[in-house]
C-alpha cells in the first residue's frame, strides 16, 4: 500500500533564514508584495505591516552585512560622513529640551559618529554596536563608550546605570529580530517621559503611488534604488506601523517627521542627487524620524 505524500512544511527554511508571523497582530497571512536580492518582502493581509519573511537571523547577518573593516570605514568617512553629522546635530537638536538625567543611549552606534557629537554637546552618551572594528574605532578616535555586542547582552547593566533620557535608532531600528521585544526593553531604560527616537526609510514609498509622475519613478527606479535592503532589513516601516508598534509596548503616540538627505548635503554621486530631488519634487516618502515618549 502505498502512503500518502506529506504536504510540504513552511520549516524547510533555507539555511540562515527564519519564518515568522506578523509582527504587530501575529497572523501568517501575508501576501507577496514583491522579491528583492532573492528574499521575499511580504505585506500582512490583517494589519498592512511590510516585512521580509522568511529573514536572516542575526548570525547571517553579522558574517554577510556587520563585519566591516578599514575600507567600508574609509568610504563611509568619505562619502556619508558629512552628511551623517548634519543629520546627527539636527537631531541633537530636537533632543535639547528634554534632558534631566543627560544620558543617551544609540543602538547600533556604528563609527561613533553621533556619540561623538553628543559627547562635545555635554550628554553622556553610551553605544552598543555589533561589530568589533566598529567599536574599537569609536573609543580609539572619539573616546566614547561604545560596548561591543547587542542590548540583550548589555541590558542588565544598563538598566542597572540608571534611566536614560532617550534611546536612539539610526536607520537601525529595522534591522532588529524582535521589534516589539526591543521597544519594551527601551521602555525598561528610560525614565518616566523618556523618548525613543527614530530614522527609517518609509516604506509608504513601495506602495501603490497615486500620480502619474508617481508611477513613473514608481516603476523605473524606486524599486531599484529605494534604500529598503530586503537581504538585512526585516521590518519596513510606514509611520502608521511605527506607531502601532510604540503604542503597543507603552509609548505616547509618535511625533513624525519627513527625513531626505538631499535636503542637507550636496553629493558628487549625481545618480544619487537626483534620485533625492525627484524625491522631494514628486513629494515620495525617504525616510521618516519618529520620537515617541514612554508614558
Not at 573609543?139 to 540608571?162: C, D, I, M, P, W
Not at 508598534?245 to 550636496?266: K, L, N, Y
Not at 525627484?278 to 515617541?292: D, Q, S, T, W
Request: aromatic share 10%; hydrophobic share 35%; with cysteine.
Amino acid at each position: 500500500m502505498t502512503q500518502a505524500k506529506a504536504p510540504p512544511s513552511r520549516s524547510k527554511t533555507p539555511s540562515g533564514l527564519k519564518h515568522t508571523n506578523c509582527y504587530i497582530c501575529g497572523a501568517d497571512d501575508a501576501r507577496l508584495a514583491f522579491k528583492k536580492r532573492g528574499r521575499k518582502v511580504v505585506q500582512c493581509r490583517r494589519c498592512g505591516l511590510i516585512y521580509t519573511n522568511p529573514h536572516p537571523v542575526n548570525e547571517t547577518l553579522f558574517d554577510e552585512v556587520y563585519d566591516v573593516g578599514e575600507k567600508y570605514r574609509a568610504k563611509t568617512d568619505r562619502v556619508t560622513k558629512p552628511g551623517r553629522l548634519l543629520t546627527y546635530r539636527r537631531l541633537l537638536d530636537e533632543l535639547e529640551p528634554l534632558r534631566e538625567t543627560n544620558r543617551v543611549l544609540e543602538i547600533g552606534s556604528g563609527f561613533g559618529y553621533f556619540l561623538s557629537e553628543a559627547q562635545a554637546r555635554g550628554w553622556q552618551a553610551t553605544g552598543v554596536e555589533i561589530s568589533p572594528f566598529s567599536t574599537d574605532y569609536a573609543k580609539r578616535t572619539y573616546g566614547v563608550e561604545s560596548l561591543t555586542g547587542t542590548l540583550e547582552e548589555h541590558f542588565e547593566a544598563l538598566k542597572n546605570s540608571g534611566p536614560f533620557d532617550a534611546v536612539t535608532l539610526w536607520n537601525v531600528f529595522e534591522h532588529l529580530p524582535d521589534p516589539l521585544g526591543s521597544l519594551r526593553q527601551f521602555h525598561e531604560l528610560l525614565r518616566p517621559g523618556g523618548v525613543v527616537m527614530i530614522k527609517v526609510p518609509d516604506a509608504r514609498a513601495l506602495m501603490r503611488p497615486r500620480t502619474p509622475g508617481q508611477r513613473l519613478w514608481h516603476r523605473t527606479y524606486l524599486r531599484k534604488y529605494f534604500p529598503l535592503h530586503a537581504h538585512m532589513h526585516i521590518v519596513h516601516l510606514t509611520p502608521d506601523t511605527f506607531a502601532r508598534m510604540a503604542q503597543m509596548t507603552g509609548f505616547a503616540p509618535p511625533v513624525i517627521h519627513d527625513h531626505i538627505p538631499a535636503e542637507e548635503r550636496p553629493t558628487r554621486n549625481w545618480r544619487q542627487a537626483l534620485r533625492h530631488r525627484m524625491h522631494i519634487a514628486l513629494r515620495l516618502p525617504y525616510n521618516f524620524v519618529a520620537i515617541a515618549a514612554k508614558i
